[in-house]
């Protein structure tokens, strides 16, 4: 078993940033990869970022999207994934949760069922 627990959530102002971080504990070495998922009121889970761990490559996948204004990276010694997340806006909010997954296939990084482990969860919250 592999266990996700997530902080840095918070409220930040439009434009504004935060840092997320995602600690794993347990069977760490059965996982490949990690990601961030974001899901706001009424929608459906989506992918934010992913990152190949814990060898140092660190492949990264961002959708369109985001990309700019995420980046994720990771502390192999910590065992831990972090989000920045920069230039936030209103439409940001959301419940951004930690996954883990030994394989991805070969379809796209960010589909949920391919995850094999979620964190509880972080609220972050972009006022205007």
């Known amino acids: 078993q592999v266990q996700l627990v997530e902080s840095g959530g918070g409220s930040v102002q439009a434009g504004g940033s935060l840092r997320l971080s995602c600690a794993a504990s347990?069977?760490?070495?059965?996982?490949?990869?990690m990601a961030w998922f974001q899901q706001g009121p009424g929608k459906e889970r989506e992918g934010v970022a992913v990152?190949?761990?814990?060898?140092?490559?660190?492949?990264?996948w961002y959708p369109d999207s985001v990309k700019g204004r995420v980046i994720i990276s990771q502390d192999n010694a910590k065992k831990t994934v972090y989000l920045q997340m920069n230039n936030l806006k209103p439409e940001d909010t959301a419940m951004y949760y930690c996954?883990?997954?030994?394989?991805?296939?070969?379809?796209?990084?960010?589909?949920?069922?391919?995850?094999?482990?979620w964190g509880q969860g972080t609220q972050v919250t972009v006022s205007s």
């Open positions: 996954a883990a997954a030994r394989s991805l296939g070969v379809t796209s990084p960010f589909r949920t069922p391919a995850y094999n482990y």
């Open positions: 347990g069977y760490t070495s059965n996982i490949n990869y």
């Open positions: 990152i190949s761990v814990w060898s140092a490559a660190g492949i990264t």
